[in-house]
């Protein structure tokens, strides 16, 4: 099961060929670049390559009038001026003899791409394209958008493969507004778009690019609008919009397919997005949304304008289909108040539609709507600085680091006459432990069978996950209480910087915690006294945690902003027996844990619990986690709970905010 890369040179040949300002930055190079890095780093020899294909007129027309298509059609043959006067009748977007051709192949690479994941010749897949599709209507087009690529493969996804729920991503950052016109009545398709907004000054100034768009009719709530009205945005921005509004939204709703309008142009350094995310952001946006579907996702290009930044982006995108180990991100901040304002608002406007956002605070006082009259009025048409221009365009940025695959993808720890999973190599249990381990282990466990055994068995894992001679592991114990105990007070510190150990179920956990060292982070159906300090946060779930809604509540709004927030060097996670935990919440835990600490990821189980070792190995060996299906109404005390712990914590978790600090 690959991943799918589509590419065609063809789709090069057309470019502007008069002079304007507003269209200059989208250029032929912006393809090439990005394909001759994926070829330059090797990444393009990883994927199957899928030719492109011209869409036919009965597919454009699955999303544009024939009138439209018609006029498009004579482009071709058109002359110079000819060519120029078609052009004025729409914003911001020009033509060419050729881009009639590559817009067809554009929307049949999109295709090609849904056909090859639909069907299974590959798990999920990158098709670049030109002319981008995600600002064309149904009759016009608008920001070098000719066909809307993404839409039109939504439509032919349910009508060719019968998928049901088609979930886009829209992360360039424009505005989709051809997608979101397209849809807006239809709960079929969600979509999901931040953009660079600044209250409606900002390209393609739209009332309804806003958050109070949400769809209609028997659509409303399946659009979503994160508009950011401050540029600048940073990884923490994004991350905070995919934890706490795109991510509730998106598991709730269990899509068939995820399709992604992958524009890169809300990377830092593009002239357009002028926002502050490094491209590997991209790796950790795409890891979010691949184990949703079963792993199905599309990406298709759309913008990204700044070449260097593109082409990094495009890497971190397709490296993350092929399922390379995450980049770790350092030194996220905390995002910025315009961000939680905007975060704020849509959370309190979906809240009415989508029972898992149901405990969401209400709006700023503050009323962020008629800020945008008084800004556009008072602001007007400043004109920028040559000083503003130049830190707009000579931003730098570190080159992404090297995402290194380590020999073994997991390893086994286990007891001898436990049955190992395929696919996963069996460590022995290393014998040396060093001078400093070895008397430890004297003085410690002497006398305790079981507590050596389990010993050697963790060591043995975190010892080869810190060389990243493995990337994950499993480790069967006789006892996983005593076994995170071990970790915590014994060998964590010594082998790695910062452990995030996640529990699953009740658990002692009566020892201090309170150096940052480790961050404890429990999910049970036990109720516990009150937290205690920044490193030990248990968070109970009243039914338990077979309560799957509840669960990825808390998974997705506390433990991933926790994780983000304090970038472990390794995850434990540990699974008490009879914790009640679900088969798919479980995969989809572990799935998402992996994108933390490089994918360094220990699962200790209990000997007894076998049972789940081959869905545990499933997804540490790289498949998709299924999906959850049927989500119920969270439990109101636990989503009152969540916001109690949010309120209590996120003094020292900043990711942990989803509102403005009050006052505000
Ligand atoms: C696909 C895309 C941007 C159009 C900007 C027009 N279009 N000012 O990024
Ligand atoms: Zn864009």
Sequence with gaps: MGTALIYDEEMTKYKLLWVDPACKIEVPERLSVSYEALVRTGL???CVAVPPREASDAEILLVHSEEYLEGVKKTPHMTLEDLKEFTLQYGDVYFHPNIYHCAKLAAGSALQLVDSVMTGTVRNGMALVRPPGHHSMRSAASGFCVFNNVAIAARYAKQKHGA???????????HGQGVQYCFED????????????????????????????????????FNI???????????SDYLSAFCHV??????????????????FDSAIGDPEGEMCATPDIFAHLTHLLMNLAGGKLCAVLEGGYNLTSLAQSVCQTVQTLLGDPLPRLANLGSPCESALESLQCVRSV???????????????????????????KAEGEKAETAEEERSREEKVWPEPAERLRPPVCSASALPDDAACPDGLKRLTSSKDLGPLLGRRIKT???????????????????????????????????????????????????????????????EELNYATADGKMLVVQISGEDKEEQKGKYYIPMCLKK??????????????LLLPLGYEYDPGLVLLSRMPGSGVGDCMWQQLIGLLKGFAKGHTLVLMQTNDEACMGPTASVLLGHPAPPLQELLTPLPDDGDALERMRERLQADWKMLQTAVSSGN
């Design 544 to 557: 338990g945690c077979g309560d799957t809604v509840g669960f990825i509540q808390a998974v997705l709004g």
């Design 164 to 174: 049901k729920r088609v979930l886009i991503v829209d992360w360039d950052i424009h």
């Design 246 to 263: 795109l991510l509730p939204v998106a598991y709730e709703f269990c899509p068939d397919l995820v399709l992604v309008c992958a524009g």
């Design 44 to 46: 393009s020899d990883r």
């Design 444 to 506: 410690e466990v002497a006398g305790d069978a079981d507590g050596v055994a389990t010993f050697l068995r963790l060591y043995t894992l975190i010892e080869k996950m810190r060389t990243n001679e493995i990337g994950n592991g499993v480790a069967l114990v006789p006892d996983v209480a005593a076994a995170v105990k071990c970790v915590v007070q014994d060998l964590g510190s010594d082998l790695v910087n910062r452990v995030l150990v996640v529990c699953v179920g009740k």
């Design 186 to 221: 239809d709960p079929s398709v969600l979509y999901f778009s931040w953009h660079r907004y600044e209250h409606q000054k900002f390209w393609p100034n739209l009332r309804e690019s806003d958050y109070d768009s949400v769809g209609k009719g028997s659509g409303a709530g």
């Design 225 to 235: 609008n994160v508009p950011w009205n401050k540029v600048g945005m940073e990884n």
């Design 350 to 376: 979906l809240r009415r539609y989508w029972p898992i956002l149901k405990h969401a605070a209400d709006p700023p006082t503050t009323d962020v709507g008629s800020r945008r009259i008084k800004l556009a």
